[in-house]
């Protein structure tokens, strides 16, 4: 048995939940209470109402009351706790998988008729009885073990009822609960839960156990203030990782670019240099609401505005091009509807202005940040006697051409360099040319091939449509395979991308 660090009482506790002795605990009113501790000033029940309006919603639809909670009426307990989950199991008794553990999460506790939120370092498993215990699964067994420990510990049971499964199958719930307390509330539709609550001068500790026939759910929380682990950066990108989390994929820079952000009733092309990453955190200790609450703290320090808060309409999501999703399918994801999305715009007072858009999904989380700023001219234009010089002396040049971002389409702004390609072709009509595409190692390799292949062809077919023989051209693309600068920077990145002229 994998084994936990117990209640510490005061005398020697084993990983049971068992208390110090086997004597009764002295009778706890509150811990006896098979209802919620529920505030029910006006206030209180007016918050609780407006909650489910366009709020939770279960499996099916029907909407989900958030139950505010009385503390305060709680007695206080300074009974010491060891460390987190505080209690061990039974014996016999152990987590069916590697338990989640995460450094800041929130879940739904049932309340009422509804759940109450709390939030802070959480521990949640399903737990069984392996067929090596040698015995079988005893639900008032767990049950009884975790209620005299926890009466011992100074406890208050605020809740015994039905768990109302489809509660947490809901749309606004099923990544956060998919994503670690899944194995907790995974139990039958209206599985018995209690839930107990001990109030201690610096923190609350919330239990809740829903129990079957075969298993039982579990989940403690330690609700404390939460502190940020992530902080803004005067330095772009801006935004840190919280503490845990790494990056899936290597970060995507661009110095410059175009992104769609959703402002709630339309994309809002955002042109600039552009930083996208997408992350998450190993050991089953990955948590959305880590991520959420972070990323609001780092845009509370620029006082940045809330642009947009929720899920991107389905027939909007699909109107982003297919490109689009395909380049930032790691940090913005794939199906743009299919995720709970954070845009936000901070106007910084020396005038930039920085735009978020922050994907939050159940088992990672990703970012695209744009600085929003004009293109800044680095290119220079070849005239016809450089390009046949270094063709001459080389047997390469490459040449300044630009195209959409992801795309094989030229923008207008390459012409005048086509132009000066055209004038050396026709001043030899006997030059032969492979036009050839490369691209940075940004993304997929074999995306990157298919682009360089389709942007070299778009070149050549440009030429042809001005009037040089096909048969003096030919077209290929080398993806990412043959960089001329260090992939590492920018502007190394920005020299591998490029359209090169080959004499044949």
Not at 120 to 127: D, H, K, L, M, N
């Amino acid at each position: 048995m994998k084994k936990y660090p117990a209640l510490a009482l005061g005398c020697a506790v084993s990983m049971l939940l068992l208390a110090c002795s086997r004597s009764e605990p002295e009778t706890n009113a509150a811990a006896t209470t098979p209802a919620a501790v529920v505030d029910t000033t006006p206030a209180a029940t007016d918050n609780a109402a407006a909650a489910t309006v366009g709020g939770l919603q279960d499996r099916e639809g029907k909407p989900v009351a958030v139950v505010p909670f009385d503390i305060s009426r709680i007695a206080t307990t300074d009974k010491p706790l060891g460390a987190l989950p505080f209690f061990g199991l039974p014996q016999g008794y152990e987590p069916l998988n590697a338990p989640h553990v995460r450094a800041w999460a929130r879940f739904p506790l049932r309340m009422g008729d509804g759940v109450h939120w709390v939030e802070g370092p959480s521990w949640s498993a399903q737990i069984v009885v392996p067929s090596s215990a040698g015995k079988s699964f005893s639900a008032l067994e767990l049950e009884r073990n975790l209620d005299t420990l926890l009466s011992a510990a100074g406890a208050s049971k605020v809740f015994e009822g039905p768990e109302h499964r489809d509660i947490y199958y809901g749309p606004q719930l099923e990544d956060e609960i998919g994503g670690g307390f899944i194995d907790a509330v995974n139990n039958g539709a209206d599985a018995p839960t209690s839930v107990w609550v001990i109030r201690q001068p610096q923190r609350n500790i919330w239990v809740q156990l829903s129990l079957d026939d075969l298993h039982a759910g579990m989940v403690v929380l330690e609700e404390v203030p939460f502190t940020p682990t992530a902080h803004w950066s005067d330095s772009f990108p801006h935004l840190s990782l919280p503490a845990g989390y790494n990056d899936r994929n290597k970060p995507l820079q661009r110095d410059f670019d175009r992104f769609p952000f959703w402002t709630g009733d339309h994309f809002e092309q955002v042109e600039g240099k552009l930083w996208a990453a997408d992350f998450d955190k190993p050991e089953r200790a990955y948590s959305l609401h880590e991520v959420r609450r972070n990323l609001e703290a780092m845009m509370a320090t620029v006082n940045a505005t809330t642009v947009f808060d929720g899920r991107i309409p389905k027939a909007q999501a699909e109107s982003v091009p297919e490109s689009v999703r395909s380049a930032y399918s790691g940090s913005a994801g794939y199906n743009w509807d299919d995720f709970d999305l954070v845009v936000y715009r901070a106007d910084l007072p020396d005038g930039r202005q920085i735009w978020v858009h922050a994907r939050l999904e159940y088992l990672s989380a990703g970012w695209v940040v744009v600085e929003r700023k004009g293109l800044q001219q680095t290119a220079a234009l070849l005239p016809a006697a450089a390009l046949k010089q270094q063709l001459d002396s080389q047997g390469r040049v490459a040449i300044q051409v630009n195209f959409a971002t992801d795309q094989a389409q030229i923008l207008p702004d390459s012409q005048p360099q086509l132009e000066q390609v055209l004038a050396v072709l026709k001043q030899d009509p006997a030059l032969q040319l492979s036009v050839e595409g490369h691209t940075d190692n940004s993304g997929n390799a074999a995306h990157n091939q298919q682009l360089s292949d389709a942007r070299a062809a778009s070149v050549v077919a440009s030429l042809a449509a001005a009037g040089i023989a096909p048969a003096r051209l030919q077209a290929r693309g080398w993806g990412q395979d043959k960089p001329v600068a260090d992939n590492a920077s920018e502007a190394g990145r920005a020299s591998n991308r490029r359209v090169e002229l080959v004499k044949r």
